[in-house]
């Protein structure tokens, strides 16, 4: 039997931002698919509008973090508590708007008597562009993990 070999946090970094440059995915990808959602009128329509306009931000704020130096241990609370330990006040409004934004997540999800679902869909999708447009004005920096 043949031993894995072992990875630091470095070679996941430099494999992730060096060798793979361009990600093979454009997580902004589900945003656009979370408002063709909303214009569905089915409550199912609805809460997956909520779910992937959530993911279209934590993957985009964890593909951030990651450039900055964070490793990504795919632990949403861990994401938001990189962002909100910053002592720019960006960074903390991000994490406030991120764990909002979790929290929707997870009663559209989860929540089956969850009530006003197009009304939340709306503020999540509002969350969500505002969101993107902060982290795109982050300081290059920006978080310090």
Known sequence: MVAEPVRSAQV??????????????????????????????????????????????????SERAVSTGYVDQQKHWKLW???????????RKLSSIGSRMQKERVAADYDSAATRIAERMNVQLDRASDFLTRLSALAPRLPIP
């Open 12 to 61: 996941d970094l430099y494999v992730r931002t060096c060798i793979m440059a361009t990600p093979v995915f454009d997580w902004s990808e589900y945003l656009k698919l979370a408002k063709q959602l909303a214009a569905n009128p089915d409550e199912a329509s609805r809460r997956s509008s909520i779910s992937r306009a959530y993911y279209c931000v934590y993957h985009k704020a």
């Open 81 to 91: 508590d990189v962002y909100d330990r910053n002592t720019d006040r960006a960074c």
